[in-house]
């Protein structure tokens, strides 16, 4: 028996999101605030669109301007800080907010930052104490991360099957998340096929996302499968506006042996790099850094 | 590719409050009013009517679990001390009561409006059938012996004052957007009270939001939040305000259910033995794993059909699901479990046993000077408090000497009408009630609370009669029982306003005298 009840696509819940933020429209407080926050910032996150992300950045930052105390908002800055890539400024947010960073919630923010930092064994006791009072997909799949950072992959597997096992048909944007991320960690171990079965499992289970379809880019071109990772990436770059799908998309062109087009797309990746960093976002420094 | 690699990207702490079909409301269990050949057992599970009344979830697993066994030997002198309850857990737990072993029906639903339901362990044997959503239907079972159905949309049969309940113990959520990332606002630490507190603004009447909790909410106010008055409000004519007005806080809605009704002799071969029939419900929702499409759930299906019965089969399948939410006792969850995700135990909550002890020593420091300010005799050892006192315990030790009567009282009925058969039922007592998280319904009664859970008991108001003294008797002779405060006329004579029973003391439709009992949906 195959089942029946139907897969929401991601465009549906990109659909589902967007009436929810209208039907908020011209509600008042701290949490309609809070909510209406959070759904853009979801939609962007979502839809991988650069600008999206920009905007729903902003609308947290004006949401805490106006209602500072409300605890909601400060975890929606913290992990918005998370998503521009500002994990000092995430944790500054946490410390001032004690109640909010002892939470499970937060115990994972803190989790997630420490490892953009590159502090492992720091992050990992955070995870694993957010992990005792909440065994949560988010802190397993924090962990899974801390692991594969320290080349620990078994391990880091054997979490994201944890992670995927807390998730219900409720949460199919997370599970596709995570199957992606098992996607990677075959990918990275050099196994092609595993790494293709995962990502067509992840694929099928919230089909439109972009963050999955950029993982499925990825692995065409460590299969050589070049044209075809050029058409999806540049399908994606056409969609979100992210810079660093137009230097992807650049360097596969120049594995093709398609110079012009790779110095064009390499061209528009800088200048968009530069752009962001112009605007003091740390988004893609280390994009800029790398070359 | 700077991907913003955490999962935080997906995270959804703001979105998992909608309403929930997995929101399991009430466990009913009575027996039917035809016996002419043979008792009759009726059960009701209902929950939150999502997507929508009478559409089911199909991503749903709904369980029924059912055990039967003969009435417990009762003795009436072993002391009352953590000591007996302590040996009564660790006998319900290893001998009569077999969670592990139950009888358990599960149903789902599928998007034409097919409902499945699957009967386990039965002593005629396991069996499966269809049925269509919203009509009532016929179940034969392989020994001949049938089972009405129902499973669709129904009037929610839950008539009560439910933010008077939450007022009562300062639950913030009802009235308050409360922030997701700080659950210890939730219960804001003032003390629980029935009467209105003075100075207690965030959940006193508040003329000015007069709907504040019946579907208007406000943002919480930041803190403190710790009460700092000593008395209890009163009016120019030196009433007490109730913190409950009486109303019906489900008028006009609905709800999904699974209704069904079988001969006991379907659940026992031993009918006139097994009088006992533990009843209780779950909620499953199915794995993100199970959803994905061309990912076989179940391909063992195709290859051996008639696998599907067997236990092995069965363990696969709630594989695929996860346990949301249970329910066997009214207010063992809102009441005493404080909806903890991690106390959704069911029936197996002999490990929370200590946690009540401290739950009701808790509240009866709320409950008790308010029920001792009406002029009430009361079963908490308030110590004399004249207002309600915010005391959490962390001991059940501690808390037991307080809540001894509360937990070891007989609670009185009004009548002898609840004994149908008067064969000398001994009264229950709240330990009884609330561990194991059940409804253990007696056939040889009505099925009346605590006896099992008929659509029209008043059981808000029974549980707050586990507060009352029903122990020692009045001048006139006359002792407290479960329908005391549903009397009206105690209130007519109370020192309090509104003069009204805490909670309706009847559905806002009338129920059905026949199957499927609940009404039409509205």
Sequence with gaps: ?291 | MADHNDPNAVNSIFSDIDPSAADVYDMFGFPGPDDSQGDRVVVALTFASVPSTGVFDTDMLYRLRMYSHPRAAVTSDEPRDLETLRRYIDGVRGTYFGAESAMEIRVTVDERGQATVTFHDFPGGSFMATVPVGEVTTIKAADGLAVDAFIGGRDDAFFNDLPGFFRSINYAPQFYHVPSTRPDLRELPIPKTLLELEGNDLFNYNPAVPDLGWGIKLDLPPGPYEWSGNSFKKDAAGNYRFVYDGRDARAGQNVNAIILEMPLQFITRRPEVDRIVDIWGESWVRKASRKVPGIPDHPIWHEHPLAFLGADYRDKQLDGYKLVDTVGQPFADAGLSERENNRQLGANNFWLAPHFVKRLAHLGWGFGPSVTALGLRCSFDTGGAPVPVHRVYHSAIEAFPRARQVIFQRLRMPDDSWDRRQLGIPLRRPFEIFVPNVCALDMDTTGTWPFGRRLEDQVANRFLSLFLDMESAAADGSAYHVETLSDQALWDAAPVMPKTSPNPLKNDKDFLPHFPYLAEPW
């Design chain 1, 1 to 291: 028996m195959v089942t029946k009840a139907l897969v929401a696509t991601c465009g549906d819940e990109l659909q589902r999101l967007g009436e929810a933020i209208a039907a908020l429209a011209g509600t008042e407080g701290a949490d309609a605030a809070t909510r209406r926050a959070y759904l853009r910032l979801r939609h962007a996150r979502l839809s991988g669109v650069l600008d999206e992300l920009r905007d729903a950045d902003q609308a947290v930052t004006a949401a805490l301007r106006r209602y500072p105390d409300w605890p909601d908002l400060c975890y929606l800055r913290a992990g918005a800080d998370l998503d521009m890539h500002q994990p000092d400024a995430a944790l500054a947010r946490l410390d001032v907010e004690p109640a909010l960073a002892g939470s499970p919630a937060g115990l994972e923010l803190r989790g997630a930052a420490l490892e953009q930092l590159g502090q492992y064994p720091q992050a990992e006791d955070c995870l694993a104490r957010a992990l005792l009072a909440d065994p949560s997909w988010q802190a397993l799949a924090s962990l899974a991360l801390v692991r594969t950072a320290l080349g620990d992959q078994e391990a880091a597997d054997a979490l994201y099957v944890r992670a995927e096992d807390e998730l219900t048909a409720k949460q199919m944007s997370a599970f596709a998340w995570v199957r992606a991320a098992r996607g990677d960690l075959a990918a990275a171990a050099g196994d092609h096929e595993a790494a293709a079965a995962h990502l067509r499992v992840a694929a099928a289970a919230f089909p439109g996302y972009w963050l999955v379809e950029s993982r499925v880019a990825r692995l065409h071109r460590q299969r050589g499968r070049l044209d075809e990772a050029a058409a999806v990436l540049a399908g994606l770059r056409a969609r979100t506006g992210r810079p660093d799908l137009a230097e992807a998309l650049g360097e596969v062109h120049r594995e093709r042996g398609d110079d012009e087009r790779a110095d064009r797309w390499q061209a528009i990746a800088q200048a968009e790099y530069a752009d962001s960093a112009a605007r003091g976002e740390a988004l893609y420094h280390h994009h800029r850094g790398a070359r």
